[in-house]
């Protein structure tokens, strides 16, 4: 089994943790997950003022790796990472650590009325796909598995919040056993 920790910074619901987890453990059954509930807090020096963003990367290598575990983090906050003008997650592979960033994933960013249920459906596919990446997984050309790279909300909502086949193949092939 493989330890993973999933932690939140800043006004992030339990249940958002919750339901992160409950998407892990049913695609990745060879995952051993526990939530941290602590509230944390993000660093400022990882926040770019000029930008009201939080340095994406800098940000998740402050916060840290919690021993060995794999590190996951539910933020509520917006970033950005190089020249990308913003990021929905990102995952270091070679750090052992990835971040989910919430607040693009809010009908409300958008002007739309809330939906805390669809807002729940993008956590989940967010996480699976940062922590594909942890787990060495490239962008997928399947539009539909979790891997593709969403470059909009519409694309998040578009995907499904699973691998496909050969996506979750490689990981099995890597992970279980
Ligand atoms: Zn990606
Ligand atoms: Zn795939």
Known sequence: MLEMVLRRVGDV???ALERAKRALSRELEFLDIYIDYRQLEPTLKAYD???KQYVASKLLMDLGRVNNALTVYLVE????????NFVFGLA?????IAGVFLRRLRNEFYGWSPDEEKFMQRVEKEVLHEVGHLLGLEHCPNPKCVMSFS??????DFKEARFCNLCKLKIYRRFSA
Do not use: H
């Open 49 to 51: 003022w000029k930008r």
């Open 92 to 96: 270091m592979p070679l750090k052992g």
């Open 13 to 15: 619901s339990s249940a």
């Open 151 to 156: 470059n909009s909300i519409y694309d998040v």
């Open 77 to 84: 906050a917006d970033a950005y990472e190089g020249n990308l």
